[in-house]
């Protein structure tokens, strides 16, 4: 025998109906809403910090190539921790040159890509630095203080029990653009051997 439609069934489709249209609770959309502003947000950083890095990208891979190899440059840096620091920028950027680069011994051409590849590190570091520094994160900042003032609430308006609300609420801090730094940090310039 089918179950009647009563009151009860028909608060049951409104209720899905609804959570259909407006995609979940308050506390879930808010929750969403955050998560894609940050990944927003995260995608617009790597995109502009891959398009600063080009120049240091072209002189890591034009420098590795002259070199041939990491252990030419030992002579030339300030320290083994320079050459370690290189090697890790190169594999992180992948420099693909257009054509090939015959390597070589003269130390004078080596210190000479070193030192335009310090170049080109010291006008990103400067330029992403700006860009940091002149990021709005004011709308991102309101999402994440409603999230703190609502959250719990609108959580237990849902749930209709306040332990379980706060069970898992964890506070955000506001986002800075030093703390983002932190996470997309400026490059070490390599230091020459005196």
Known sequence: M?????????????????????????????????????RMLADHLQRKRTELLTM????????RALAGDWQALEPLVASPCVLDSLRELHDALAPKLRAPIEPTRSRWVLRSAL???????THFNRRWEKFMAQLDLGPINALRDGYNKHYVIEKECALGNSRVA?????????LRWEDLLREYPLLPVPTLAT
């Open 2 to 38: 089918p179950a009647e439609a009563g009151p009860d069934h028909e608060e049951q489709q409104l209720a899905r109906m609804l959570l259909g249209l407006y995609g979940g609770p308050a506390f879930i959309r808010r929750t969403r809403n955050i998560e894609d502003a940050e």
């Open 56 to 63: 240091v990208r072209l002189h890591v891979g034009q420098l």
């Open 115 to 121: 030192a335009e590849l310090g170049g080109a590190i």
């Open 166 to 174: 706060r069970m898992g609420f964890r506070r955000l801090d506001p």
